[in-house]
């Protein structure tokens, strides 16, 4: 698979990545070991050499089964986890006190069965820790070479430049997609300015751009999915839309909506690397295939066009979610 660079420091890592969040956490029961350790093993047989992970999936759990996924070719990989939740546990508010990065990167490196993380994260934006400290303490760490790169996630444009003038930061971790595109407004350009990579998370709008999701899908009861208003049976209707959109562009180019929505991620900046999740084999390589689709500049300015004239509807959090991002 093709490789970008994130970042002015020269990270390099798969065109596309796989977070690996979904295998414990977020969409109903967790996948079993086995079965997760099998996948993302495939995924490195497949070409994808960048994996997600972070200390708030399952509270390490999902760490541990990525760090004996990958163990055989560990140096062959990109690892990027995340520190910023008390406890590592989302529902409990934010914590990016310096010792709770240091206590979170100890135990993550323990977790992951490594000594060093590839790429590092602020989850969220902390508002009670200077973003400068935060900065600060990474760059202690990786002149003591525990993590190699650092990032943000769903950090705000005046916060992504406060943090770069004290550490370079190597990538941007956001959500974006044909779903959700606001990130064109600000934060791409700021990224392209300051020599940023952006890794966009649910590029396939949480599953709803395979086009497997319709208004009569039932989630899982601990699946995220339930509270997000985007996400709402009226809603889920009405963004069919868009949809409809990738199923025909889709089959013009042989393809799947999954492909045609991650070959237009890619096409966007040649620093993005989308990093689709999957429990399921098939959906992988699906995906997978989606790096080969070519999208020519008239399919890309037919879609652009297009979705401008396509309005999408509900939030893409609800309000407690929403307040913790773009700080």
């Known amino acids: 698979m093709e490789k970008r660079i994130l970042g002015n420091q020269g990270l390099a890592v798969s065109a596309l990545g796989l977070g690996c969040m979904g295998l414990t956490f977020g969409y109903g029961p967790a996948t079993d070991e086995t079965e997760a350790v099998s996948l993302i093993r495939n995924a490195f047989d497949l070409g994808i050499t960048f994996f997600d992970t972070a200390e708030a999936y399952s509270q390490g759990g999902n760490e541990i089964v990525l760090g004996k996924a990958v163990q055989p070719f560990r140096n062959q990989v990109v690892i990027a986890t995340k520190f910023g939740f008390q406890d590592g546990d989302a529902t409990k508010g934010l914590d990016s006190r310096p010792e709770r990065i240091r206590q979170v990167v100890e135990n993550s490196l323990k977790h992951l069965q490594t000594d060093y993380i590839d790429l590092l994260y602020q989850h969220r934006v902390d508002p009670n820790i200077p973003i400068e400290e935060v900065a600060g303490t990474i760059r202690e760490l990786i002149n003591e070479g525990k993590i190699k790169h650092w990032g943000l996630s769903e950090a705000g444009a ?170």
């Open 158 to 327: 005046e916060t992504i430049r406060k943090a770069h003038a004290v550490q370079p930061v190597a990538a941007l971790q956001s959500e974006y997609s044909m779903f959700f595109r606001d990130a064109e407004k600000e934060i791409i350009p700021t990224l392209e300015e300051l020599g940023i990579g952006f890794v966009p998370f649910s590029p396939l709008g949480k599953g709803f751009l395979t086009g497997a999701i319709n208004e009569t899908t039932q989630f899982d009861k601990d699946d995220f999915r339930n509270i997000v208003p985007r996400f709402s049976e009226e809603n889920r209707k009405a963004n069919q839309t868009l949809v409809n959109l990738l199923k025909n562009l889709a089959n013009e180019k042989e393809a799947t909506p999954a492909q045609i929505a991650l070959a237009w991620l890619l096409a966007q900046k040649s620093f993005i690397a989308p990093i689709p999740g999957t429990t399921k084999l098939h959906r992988l390589k699906e995906n997978v295939g989606g790096a080969t689709v070519q999208l020519s500049e008239n399919d890309l300015a037919k879609i652009k066009q297009s979705l401008t004239e396509i309005e999408i509807v509900g939030d893409r959090y609800p309000q407690h979610l929403q307040n913790r991002v773009g700080k």
